[in-house]
């Protein structure tokens, strides 16, 4: 994982719940399939063993789990549901082993290659994780689970694109599965409402609308917008959706999770960069985006600076913290296609090690951890679930808007890659580049020149 989605998962840990521990046995998440018959791995012989899908005939099992869910509603909701599915199943018992997101990905970094593995462990998505791990081996293909389970048609297939890899993991986000994600994430347009009024403006519904309103609030004397970006990825978050309005979704996918059959170098791509840096140079995000701090632009937008703040969910709860029902939040505009489309994707997935010894309990583990019961729980316990999110979302206030957001955009258009899944360096690439395009170091044409010489180099060209 690189810098960006670490950062993402420690603003959104503070958005905490009391735990949900009360699920009764007979609505308990997890509810087991049929026993199947189908092959453990894809490619066995017809004498392999099936899978069991029913935990209680599993025997005595000590399930071994890593995970980084530490803080708050994330700690909370796989609390309540780690006691449920053993009281369901008391014959299996959850080894659990909690830590930060960079302790654990060291230790995963080691003990994939070794026996020592643990049954059930949360790997990141991005190439330079997963995609290496499956590269080696070393993950568990999860496709005949899906299929025992179901998990395709619960499951929207953009967000299981973010767990999809070829067996070579040269292609991402198609071929087979390899972990399972609980919560998901969306970037989009936090605004005050009352700096929009102040301008004379409305939540815009289109990027020419959004654009317009821009311009209006710097005649008016006001920020446009606020981003800090001394850290260099958060311009991906402010880039991303922005790309949307130019170039194709299916592009960007390519793009973004590292590909062939797009190219940086396109028309619409030249007209994003042009149009970020349009807005670095005449003060769109102030005087000095490339020397705020991250953590310091959103507290200094609760203050006042900006009408509106490029950004992602996980800045939800700290945000109406300090500003209440001022603050409103949406999903940006259709993209080129005509549907929704930005940048978005899914917490931590859970994987199988390909040397797990209880690979049907972790199959049955994670399937009850994910299923439409246990997004109540997360719920509850004051995170976004992936699933059933417009269901289960607050009845008002912006989590309300956040929620479906990522309902709409999930279901009905495309979540686009984080731009740092592409490459295992594009995260430097891209970081670099967006503080050179936004502060006029670097053209927007050698900007996309950069991005494209690292995607072809990935990609073979």
Request: aromatic content about 10%.
């Amino acid at each position: 994982m690189t810098k960006p989605r670490f950062r993402r998962r420690i603003v959104l840990a503070s958005i905490a719940g009391v735990a949900t521990v009360g699920l009764a046995a007979g609505c308990a998440p997890g509810e087991p399939a049929a026993p199947t018959t189908t092959p453990a791995d894809p490619g066995t012989s017809a004498t392999a063993p099936a899978l069991n899908t029913d935990p209680a005939t599993m025997g005595d099992v000590e399930l071994v789990l890593w995970d980084q869910e530490t803080r708050g509603s994330q700690n909370d909701a796989l609390e309540a549901l780690n006691q449920a599915f053993q009281d369901k199943y008391p014959n299996i018992t959850i080894k659990r082993t909690s830590q930060s997101f960079d302790d654990l990905k060291a230790q995963v970094s080691l003990a994939l290659s070794g026996e020592d593995v643990p049954d059930v462990v949360q790997v990141n998505n991005a190439r330079g994780d997963m995609g290496q791990y499956v590269k080696a081996g070393q993950l568990t293909d999860l496709t005949p689970y899906a299929e025992a389970y179901g998990w395709a048609d619960r499951f929207p297939a953009s967000v299981l694109s973010k767990v999809r890899y070829s067996a070579d993991a040269a292609t991402f986000g198609d071929g087979n599965l390899y972990g399972l994600p609980q919560t998901g994430e969306i970037v989009g347009i936090f605004y005050s409402a009352s700096k929009l009024d102040k301008i004379g403006g409305k939540a815009p519904d289109s990027w020419e609308e959004y654009l317009a309103l821009l311009d209006t609030a710097k005649a008016a004397g006001e920020q446009p917008m606020i981003l800090g970006n001394v850290e260099s990825w958060p311009a991906l978050h402010v880039f991303g959706p922005l790309q949307g309005h130019f170039v194709a979704a299916q592009d960007i996918v390519n793009l973004g999770m590292g590909n062939a059959g797009a190219s940086w170098l396109s028309d619409g791509n030249v007209a994003a960069m042009t149009q970020f840096a349009k807005w670095g140079a005449e003060g769109y995000f102030g005087s000095s985006p490339n020397g705020l701090d991250y953590d310091l632009a959103w507290s200094e937008f609760t203050k006042g600076t900006g009408v509106f703040l490029p950004g992602g969910s996980w800045l939800g709860a700290d945000l109406e913290a300090a500003m209440g029902d001022d603050l409103h939040f949406m999903a940006p505009p259709p993209g080129i296609d005509g549907t929704p489309a930005t940048t978005g994707g899914t917490g931590i997935p859970f994987s199988i090690p390909a040397k797990a010894k209880n690979k049907d309990a972790a199959a049955a583990y994670i399937d009850f951890i994910t299923n439409d019961d246990a997004m109540q729980v997360i719920a509850d316990n004051g995170g976004m679930p992936v699933l059933r999110t417009a269901e289960l979302a607050p009845e008002s206030g912006v989590q309300n808007e956040i929620y479906t957001a990522f309902d709409l955009v999930s279901n009905n258009g495309t979540l686009l890659p984080y731009l740092d899944y592409a490459t295992p360096s594009f995260a430097a690439t891209a970081g670099q580049g967006l503080q050179e395009a936004l502060g006029a170091q670097r053209t927007p044409e050698e900007v996309l020149q950069a991005f494209e010489d690292d995607y072809q180099a990935f990609i073979g060209g």
